[in-house]
């Protein structure tokens, strides 16, 4: 249960396992334009992540994990793309 | 100091400690290519330094060993010995330039020995061929990656960079690359960057792994392919060994996050946060007063004093952390001051030095150096036998001698062990006794390891057998009187024929309490500050007698005096004017007589023990500067 | 108000099913000379898909007559084994189903087994097996198995 929409924000939350790419990509194509709440994430699968880095939607929080916070978002969202 | 100077002898002597712990490794296996690379750069580093003093000939000898160590990466040969000791001769002899270069300057005939030292360097050998490097230049995507927005910034920090290309159908074979990139030790950062363009979402196949990922870690080669290693197809690595694309360190100050402060600013402050300590015992004694008057109102002084009570031991915490440096400059002159000692003595030594980056109090670490260089002093010229004599004792002739340092807990061990001759407690006896420093029949009742610590008398090692380099006139007295001043202990371990080991124990923070000396009965004693409500000298006719007991007028009231020299089994004072020190450590005000009132220090106190811990009154004891003994009292356990 | 992302219903034309519901049956081969092991296999799988079937087989022998007569579909095939080891075994299984989610397992990995491993396009997964440790094989088999079969 780690990917839901509230109020408009894709909250993304727990340990999202490949699985959940599929939901993420529905989510993000049904929603375009909204924000991402990622604080309450706490591992991502590289699936899930790609998509984030793709789309690069508004992220809203960032996540509290170090890692997700210190090295995958600035890797997400720079411009070395 | 020219702030460019402070930062270069900083900065410098941290490259010193570098390359030599590269030769150290080189000394192990010559052809370990990180120890190349790493040396390498420190050298690279440091003549680019060296050139913004007046140090032209350390400018020239390391141009030399650096185009030696180009050679030696490029052909992808190994150091030989000739080489290693020309390399060794160098780092050294930069090292005592910097020093000089901080006493003022270059000495006469710098130029000279620089001009000798580059010929060892460009005639010595290296032979040893390894395996070639395959890459003489970056490859491709070493390239990209160091341009990459992410990385190019933490470039200089980095040790290895990796390029992991999972295949397009991994997550299917249940790989999660992020995984195993948050899992890549040391990680300092990471770019994510499409294999082509980023599809649109309209196209992409969420279950294709369609991304490269780009990182750098701070971590060695190995550790990094061991992160990688179940996918050793998907993934490439490489050494940042030059450092012709790193930014210059020592004019890199944008990126540092350390902040360095004067360390007078950080004595002040800890002596300040001594006095808030103080202060707030004060909150106390109005709590008493304010007791008289409104209980609620105490109370809330008795909170508030809590309150600051926890904020000021927090901070003082902090300050100890702060005060904790490295104890790796303190230590790093130990391996050159070895090597000269042993090729002084004649005698063939491998000193090996582990753990030199623990942090201690700045305190400790300043004053270690002395003790342990007189230690080290002490194995190689007394500890080690000649070549000659360990060969005859079937030893082999090298002898080793290491320092050893870790934390256990809240203390720092330092160990300093020699395979050497070992001290006989036989021979110390009879030594003790001829210089007269114990009696033979007492000499005789000392276990033998009471015997070997008998060389820790004063008068014991600075008599004839004292040479060049252990004397000084110093002998193992003073390394027990520095331990003891630093609140630590010194323990022998020693094996007659088979070596020595000292061992050290030592606070790892220096926790210092502010004293107030006083002087009663003829002695010198230590009073804690925060014990003392106040000091003062009153007319000794004001002091009354009533009942059994004195009293006398302070501030309109009046409090009981005792004499200080009297509540320790001696006689009172007499004097015309009364010197008296206030306090309430046992819920009332008393007034302590004492003959004279002394300085404010701030004194690392050491529990009582040994035959002290017996008698009551004594709260602990502190070494002087002057190696003397102050007795702190213990003022509640007095008055009680 | 908050509601769960619906599943897709058709995006660039893969499979609109959702793969978390995992109501597609599936089953697994367990090679393990050790009974003991291929039971411990067998608890960490049940706890992952309680309903996918588990057919079990005590030598690579076994495992090949096994998949000759049965519908298997995924393969967990422990390295160590007496006859023949896993790789092997793992080889000759990708020669008869190319498409066969195939893990390994294992206790030590060595280098040379890992080449190895990859050459075959075979997971890893470390021995003792805990759920924890299959699952992102698991997960990915089952949107394999999806994929190809859609």
Redesign the interface.
């Known amino acids: 249960?780690s990917?839901?929409?509230?109020?408009g924000v894709?909250m993304i939350a727990g340990h999202c396992?490949?699985?959940?790419?599929?939901?993420?990509?529905?989510?993000?194509?049904?929603n375009p334009g909204s924000g991402v709440d990622l604080s309450a994430a706490t591992?991502?699968?590289?699936?899930v992540?790609?998509?984030l880095?793709?789309?690069k939607p508004p992220v809203v929080a960032a996540p509290r994990d170090a890692?997700l916070r210190d090295?995958?978002l600035?890797?997400?969202f720079?411009?070395?793309? | 100091m020219d702030e460019l100077l402070e930062q270069f002898l900083l900065e410098g002597r941290d490259l010193i400690v570098e390359a030599h712990r590269a030769l150290d490794v080189l000394a192990l296996n010559p052809g370990d290519t990180a120890a190349v690379d790493s040396l390498f750069r420190a050298t690279h580093t440091l003549k680019g330094s060296v050139a913004l003093f007046d140090m032209a000939p350390a400018e020239t000898v390391l141009h030399a060993a650096e185009t030696r160590l180009v050679g030696v990466r490029r052909s992808g040969m190994s150091t030989d010995p000739e080489l290693h000791a020309a390399l060794v001769a160098t780092i050294d002899q930069v090292d005592r330039w910097i020093d000089a270069l901080e006493a003022g300057g270059l000495p006469d005939g710098a130029a000279g020995l620089g001009e000798q030292l580059s010929q060892a360097l460009s005639s010595a050998e290296a032979v040893v061929h390894l395996p070639k490097r395959e890459e003489e230049e970056d490859p491709a995507w070493l390239v990209q990656l160091r341009a990459?927005?992410?990385l190019r910034n933490r470039l200089a920090d980095a040790t290895t960079a990796f390029r992991y290309t999972?295949d397009s159908d991994c997550?299917f074979r249940g790989d999660?690359?992020?995984?195993l990139?948050?899992a890549v030790p040391e990680?300092i950062?990471?770019?994510?960057?499409?294999n082509t363009d980023?599809?649109s979402?309209?196209t992409?196949d969420?279950?294709r792994?369609?991304?490269s990922?780009d990182g750098l870690s701070g971590a060695g080669i190995e550790a990094v392919q061991a992160a990688f290693r179940l996918v050793p197809d998907q993934i490439v690595i490489a050494p940042l060994g030059s450092s012709a694309h790193a930014p210059q360190r020592l004019m890199d100050f944008g990126a540092e996050t350390t902040l360095r402060v004067d360390s007078n600013s950080l004595d002040r402050l800890a002596r300040q946060a001594g006095e808030l300590t103080v202060a707030r015992s004060g909150l106390k004694t109005l709590a008493a007063r304010a007791d008289a008057i409104d209980s609620s109102l105490a109370q809330d002084l008795r909170r508030a004093e809590a309150a600051i009570e926890q904020a000021s031991s927090a901070l003082s915490h902090s300050i100890s952390a702060i005060r904790r440096v490295s104890l790796a400059p303190t230590l790093r002159r130990m391996p050159r001051l070895a090597r000269e000692l042993a090729e002084s003595l004649g005698k063939d030594i491998g000193f090996s030095l582990v753990g030199d980056s623990v942090r201690a109090d700045k305190q400790i670490a300043d004053m270690l150096f002395e003790p342990l260089l007189h230690l080290l002093r002490n194995a190689i010229d007394h500890g080690v036998e000649t070549p000659e004599a360990r060969i005859a004792a079937g030893k082999s002739a090298k002898a080793q001698v290491a320092l050893q340092i870790a934390i256990e807990g809240d203390r720092l061990i330092a160990t300093m062990s020699d395979d050497g001759r070992g001290i006989d407690p036989t021979l110390v006896r009879a030594g003790a006794v001829e210089k007269a420093l114990i009696e033979a029949d007492a000499a005789l009742t000392l276990s033998d390891v009471q015997a070997q610590r008998l060389i820790f008398l004063p008068g014991f090692s600075t008599a004839a057998e004292v040479s060049t380099v252990s004397g000084r006139g110093v002998g193992m007295d003073a390394v027990l009187r520095a331990i003891e001043r630093l609140q630590g202990t010194i323990d022998i371990h020693s094996e007659p024929g088979a070596g020595t080991r000292f061992h050290i124990s030592l606070p790892v923070n220096a926790i210092t309490t502010r004293l107030l000396t006083v002087v009663s009965g003829g002695t010198t004693y230590g009073l804690r500050l925060d014990q003392i409500v106040e000091t003062t000298r009153i007319d000794a006719d004001a002091i009354t007698m009533v009942g059994q007991g004195q009293v006398c007028m302070i501030r309109d009231r009046v409090l009981p005096v005792m004499d200080l020299a009297q509540l320790l089994g001696q006689p009172g004072e007499t004097s015309d004017i009364a010197r008296l020190v206030v306090t309430e450590v046992t819920g009332e005000s008393v007034a302590l007589r004492v003959r004279a009132l002394g300085e404010r220090i701030d004194a690392m106190v050491r529990a009582r023990s040994g035959l002290l811990a017996s008698v009551p009154a004594v709260g602990g004891t502190s070494v002087l500067a002057d190696g003397s003994v102050l007795i702190v009292l213990d003022l509640p356990e007095l008055l009680a | 108000?908050?509601?769960?992302?619906?599943?897709?219903r058709s995006?660039a034309g893969w499979s609109t099913q959702?793969?978390?519901e995992s109501h597609v049956v599936r089953t697994v081969l367990i090679v393990d000379d050790s009974k003991l092991a291929r039971i411990v296999a067998g608890k960490a799988l049940a706890e992952l898909q309680p309903d996918w079937t588990k057919v079990e087989a005590g030598s690579a022998a076994e495992a090949l007559e096994k998949i000759g007569q049965l519908s298997i579909d995924i393969a967990l095939v422990d390295f160590n084994m007496t006859e023949k080891d896993g790789l092997e075994l793992a080889a000759e299984l990708r020669a008869l189903r190319p498409e066969m989610p195939i893990a390994i397992i294992t206790a030590n990995i060595q280098d040379e087994v890992i080449a190895r491993a990859r050459e075959v396009g075979a997971a890893f997964i470390a021995k003792p097996v805990t759920s924890e440790g299959l699952?992102?094989f698991v997960?990915?088999a089952?949107?394999k198995l999806r994929n190809t079969r859609s």
């Not at chain 1, 990917?3 to 109020?7: F, G, K, L, P, Q």
Request: hydrophobic share 60%; net charge negative; glycine share 2%.
């Open positions: 249960m990917i839901a929409i509230r109020d894709i396992p490949v699985e959940e790419a599929e939901m993420l990509l529905v989510a993000l194509l049904e591992r991502l699968h590289m699936a992540a790609q998509l880095a793709a789309a890692f090295m995958l600035p890797a997400l720079h411009l070395d793309q | 990459r927005a992410m999972p997550f999660d690359p992020l995984s990139i948050a990680l950062a990471v770019a994510i960057v499409p980023w599809p979402l309209e992409i969420p279950f792994c369609i991304v990922i | 108000m908050e509601y769960r992302a619906e599943p897709p995006i959702r793969v978390s699952s992102g997960s990915g089952a949107l």
